[in-house]
């Protein structure tokens, strides 16, 4: 039996990445590039109006005010998307919208709501500034320059970026496809009631579950029962994956068979049994170059292993960096106590109490009681020396998701 920390060094030195994919950059979202993105042109290309108005030159617009105003020539009107035809003289200005190309000698936006027009005049009410109101060429990105790095995760802004740039697709990483089996006579498939002695195999499905929510594809194969040659069917199948995930079959009771089929079919076996709660029976390994990873059997014991293995796994091969759930200090709500030499994961609710974050337990902690998932947003962490808590004692607290960074009231 091996420590948690033992476990993920041994899991990463047996990594193997995946390669890059083309895809259209609506599908890049939340993935991770794979390639230094320049800029092919400017944005914007061209000097241009922030306001809807009247382009410009700022010196003939000097003194004027509401009691003393300007009158001004208009000589041409410039809507978004039309090239000016016309260079202003002294005198002259162009009526202008928004995003529309600066005409020449322009060099300043005087805003509607400090004109006038009357005919082919307009009143000026204000004197402007050189550059007043004018976006210009490549303020916002300059041709050639950097504006995606290789190993980002791409963003809705970052989306909108590349259209910018009229970047249909780009490179980046593949999504792995996992293939998740089931093992054991006791399970029934979801449609079916369980007669007696049965469970519904709720693994699947909680399994890729979290998979998706790694951004990678799970391929439910289904149930496997405790014979060698359904179990070894199963995993030849699975070997079209980039990822084999089994739950069950890997204790140390008779008919626990995976850990030997494994091995019949080619696997390299990296460890089985790591010092933790729950979870403790959880193999590593590959079958021919694909890894795999021999979750326990019961509900709870599948996901904890998942997070603390799988996840970062998967994350990694899809090109993230960082790859570890957050963790926080919380102050315990009550009493804990265990036993020496095995790391806890013990399901819990985490809420923020005035400026200090509280943990409280899920109820019953045992593997196969499904419910302290349902009701967890966070892990407390028991590290192998820890073994005794008391209330008010500050904890480690493994988040399982968002839910603390959202309010159910207006920000600000």
């Not at 199948?237 to 626990?256: N, P, R």
Request: charged fraction near 25%; aromatic fraction near 6%; charge should be positive.
């Amino acid at each position: 039996m091996i420590t948690v920390e033992k476990a993920l060094r041994s899991i990463f030195l047996n990594f193997r990445p995946l390669g890059l994919e083309k895809v259209n950059i609506l599908d890049a979202r939340a993935r991770v590039i794979g390639e230094d993105v320049f800029a092919t042109r400017n944005i914007p290309p061209s000097d241009n109006s922030a306001m809807d108005g009247y382009a410009v030159r700022h010196i003939d617009t000097k003194g004027a005010t509401r009691v003393n105003p300007l009158r001004l020539k208009v000589i041409e009107e410039i809507p978004a998307g039309k090239v000016p035809q016309k260079r202003l003289k002294k005198g002259e200005v162009s009526r202008i919208m928004t995003g529309a190309i600066i005409p020449g000698a322009a060099d300043a936006i005087v805003r509607q709501e400090d004109t006038k027009k009357i005919g082919k005049k307009v009143i000026i009410y204000t004197s402007v500034k050189e550059g007043q109101d004018i976006r210009f060429a490549g303020e916002d990105v300059q041709k050639e320059e950097l504006v995606i790095s290789k190993g980002s995760i791409i963003s809705p802004a970052q989306i909108g970026m590349l259209a910018s740039l009229g970047r249909a697709f780009v490179s980046v990483y593949q999504k792995p496809r996992v293939a998740i089996i089931a093992t054991g006579d006791e399970l029934v498939d979801i449609e079916n009631d369980p007669p007696p002695a049965k469970i519904v195999n709720s693994n699947s499905y909680s399994l890729a579950a979290q998979v998706m929510e790694c951004g990678a594809i799970p391929l439910i194969l289904g149930i496997a029962k405790d014979k060698k040659s359904e179990l070894q069917e199963k995993f030849k199948t699975a070997l079209h994956a980039d990822l084999i995930i089994s739950s069950g079959g890997v204790s140390v009771g008779d008919f626990d068979l995976v850990k030997d089929v494994m091995g019949e079919i080619g696997n390299a076996m990296h460890f089985w049994q790591v010092a933790m709660k729950p979870g403790k029976p959880l193999a590593f390994g590959s079958i021919k170059g694909i890894p795999i990873f021999g979750l326990p059997g019961n509900s709870v014991s599948a996901m904890v292993s998942f997070e603390q293995f799988v996840r970062p796994y998967l994350l990694k091969m899809q090109g993230h960096t960082k790859i570890f759930r957050r963790t926080i200090k919380a102050l315990s709500s009550q009493e804990i106590q265990k036993k020496k030499g095995v790391r806890h994961f013990i399901r819990a609710i985490v809420k923020k109490e005035e400026s200090q974050y509280v943990a409280a337990i899920t109820g019953e902690q045992g593997s196969g009681i499904l419910k302290s998932m349902v009701l967890a947003n966070a892990l407390i962490v028991l590290k192998e020396n820890e073994t005794k808590i008391k209330k008010g004692d500050p904890v480690t607290v493994q988040l399982l998701d968002d839910s603390l960074s959202k309010t159910e009231s207006f920000p600000f």
